[in-house]
């Protein structure tokens, strides 16, 4: 299977789908911090290779509940049209033209401007003893299945504080989330 992960600058579920044999490319803005299959740019550029399976991971800054206090100010210079344009854009051609896909983001206006999400994953449900709540949009896929349900529930990620990591830090996968797409998915 060919997997294009858009939007993921941390190579976790492109390894994940790896792992298992397929042959999969991560794309983001950013250089990969893990080496791997990767190409620097523009997802839009890299979109009409023949994929089967289409995993993206649009920015969410100015979309997301997290940075709600400022969406009025977003909304007045378009960094919120900006961002739900990209998010419509790479959901539309993926429908049109890969066979599978599906788009995460965490809680945010999706839900109001586009539709609800298909299905809301938590890191405790794959191994992760923490919170953070992952909205799903699929296309052509099962809803993903809970592996690991463990306890802690902790909401580390909302707690993390500011450094000049952070906002990479708080958008990588989790890896038993990852190694769910990649096993779940990876046979659809």
Not at 66 to 83: M, N, T
Not at 111 to 131: A, C, M, N, V
Not at 158 to 177: C, E, F, N, V, W
Request: hydrophobic share 35%.
């Amino acid at each position: 299977m060919k997997v294009l992960v858009g939007c993921e600058e941390s190579g976790v579920v492109r390894d994940a789908f790896i792992s298992k044999g397929h042959e999969a490319m991560s794309c983001d803005l950013l250089e990969t911090s893990s080496p791997g299959p990767h190409y620097q740019g523009d997802v839009r550029d890299v979109l009409h290779y023949p994929w089967d399976l289409f995993i993206f991971h649009a920015p969410c800054t100015h979309i997301c509940v997290s940075g709600a206090k400022h969406f009025a100010e977003k909304k007045l210079d378009g960094r919120q049209q900006s961002a739900v344009s990209l998010f419509m854009e790479l959901w539309r051609h993926g429908k049109a033209h890969i066979p599978m896909m599906a788009a995460e983001q965490p809680i945010g206006i999706l839900s109001t401007l586009f539709r609800k999400p298909d299905q809301i994953i938590q890191p405790w449900e794959y191994g992760h003893g923490e919170t953070k709540s992952t909205c799903l949009w699929l296309h052509n896929l099962p809803k993903l299945q809970p592996t690991n349900i463990v306890e802690g529930r902790e909401a580390r990620i909302h707690k993390m504080p500011p450094s000049a990591d952070r906002a990479r830090l708080r958008s990588q996968t989790y890896q038993g989330i990852a190694d769910a797409f990649a096993d779940q998915w990876g046979v659809a």
